[in-house]
Structure formats: C-alpha cells, structure tokens
C-alpha cells in the first residue's frame, strides 16, 4: 500500500504569514492532488501536477512536485482568514492517474 | 449544473441493518469514485468506476458493494452494517484531462451506525 504523510499536522499562524506544508512519500505517484476541505464540506481540487520538478501558481498558493515525484509542498503567501481549511494531497497510484491514496491532511488556522 | 449530489445527508443505523448511500452527477463524468473520511485519517478509497458497468475495488472494499449501470448514478451499498462503518463518505466524479483525472466531491453522507 502506497503511503502519503503530510506536515505539519496542525498549523497556526497569523494573517500575513508565509507558510509550506508538505507531502511526502517512499512511493513514486504518477499525480498529485493537492485540496482544501472546509468543515462540512467535501474537498475541493485546487491543483494537479503532473511532471517531476513541475511548479504550478494559483494566485498566493505554489504548488511543487519533487523531481522523483515522490514529494509534493504547497506555499502560501501573506495567508488570509480565508485560507483556513484542512489541506489534502492526494497521489495517482496506476499509471492512468485514476486510483489515490490520500494523505491525513494539515489543519491550517490563520488568524486575524 | 448540481455537480456532485449525495443522499442522505445524515443516516443513523442499528448493527446489522443494510442502507445505500446515493450518489449523481450531472457533468457526464466517466469516471466516480467513493471514499470514506475517518477523524483525523484523510480519505480512503472504497471502490471506484471509470464507466458505466465497469466497477473496481479501492483500498477498503470489504462491506460494501457498488454498481454503475449508468454515468450520471454510483450508488454504495452497505450490507450488515457494523460500528466500524461509522464514517463520513464521500462521493466524487472525474474526468480525464491531460494525463489525469480531476476529482469533484459531493458534500458528503455522515453516517453513524450503533
């Protein structure tokens, strides 16, 4: 069974602050998925990456895959409120990209 | 477009008691899947279809069984439900673009079986 773990578990940080989470694994993923899930709610895609090495922006947030495409970090820059939620990564494990194993998440807190 | 529609929202079962969980999208996605979210233990994957009548097991299978006879339907059957199935379980469809599969997740059945 391929495995993801993400750090850290738990994130609290202040309006403004820059942070990485990350997803890390011994197995090579042929995707990988990064969401946020808001309590309530189902999770919500916000980027796949596809390439080793591959980078991808979506406004303040920057997604990266390793090389190896075993690990995966999200940066978020200047955080807001609004960026609080439980985040995902999620890897492709058949070569189609249609099987995935999800990691246990961060719980990112960002106070006003 | 509804997107990704899951029935019940909230469900309460007796041990052994059998209920399915329903599940439609309206995208004309191939591809749907089911996960189950366990406190503080991510998503893990039941089963999933990458089309109609085409069904395959995901990480944990066992107690539940699923059926596509068409794309926009993918109902989760529970049979002789246990504690251990106290969870909330997603829904999702996909489609194929550019060498992978973009999931869309429905808002979910809370499930508690006592």
């Known amino acids: 069974t391929q495995l993801l773990e993400q750090s850290p578990q738990f994130l609290s940080i202040q309006e403004g602050e820059n942070l990485t989470v990350y997803c890390n694994s011994s197995?090579?993923?042929?995707?990988l998925q990064w969401y946020r899930q808001e309590p309530g709610e189902g999770p919500v895609l916000l980027v796949t990456?596809?390439?080793?090495?591959e980078v991808k922006k979506l406004k303040r947030l920057t997604f990266q895959f390793g090389d190896a495409r075993k690990d995966s970090s999200l940066h978020i820059t200047a955080a807001q409120p609004g960026d609080t939620g439980l985040y995902l990564c999620?890897?492709?494990?058949?070569?189609?990209?249609?099987?995935?194993?999800f990691g246990p998440g961060t719980r990112l807190s960002v106070l006003p | 477009n509804a997107g990704v529609t899951q029935t019940p929202k909230f469900r309460i079962l007796k041990i052994g008691q059998s209920m399915t969980l329903q599940c439609a999208q309206d995208?004309?996605?191939?591809?749907m899947y089911w996960y189950r979210q366990d406190p503080g233990m991510g998503l893990k994957l039941i089963y999933y279809?990458?089309?109609?009548?085409?069904?395959d097991k995901g990480e944990v299978p066992n107690g539940y069984n699923v059926s596509r006879s068409t794309t926009e339907d993918f109902p989760l059957r529970l049979e002789l439900a246990a504690p251990s199935q106290t969870s909330v379980y997603f829904c999702?469809?996909?489609?194929?673009?550019?060498?992978?599969?973009?999931?869309?997740f429905g808002p979910g059945t809370r499930l508690t079986v006592l």
């Open positions: 999702a469809s996909g489609y194929r673009a550019s060498g992978r599969v973009d999931q869309f």
């Open positions: 197995s090579v993923f042929s995707s």
């Open positions: 990456v596809v390439t080793g090495g």
């Open positions: 999620a890897g492709g494990v058949d070569n189609y990209g249609q099987n995935f194993v």
């Open positions: 995208m004309n996605h191939n591809y």
């Open positions: 279809s990458v089309g109609a009548g085409i069904t």
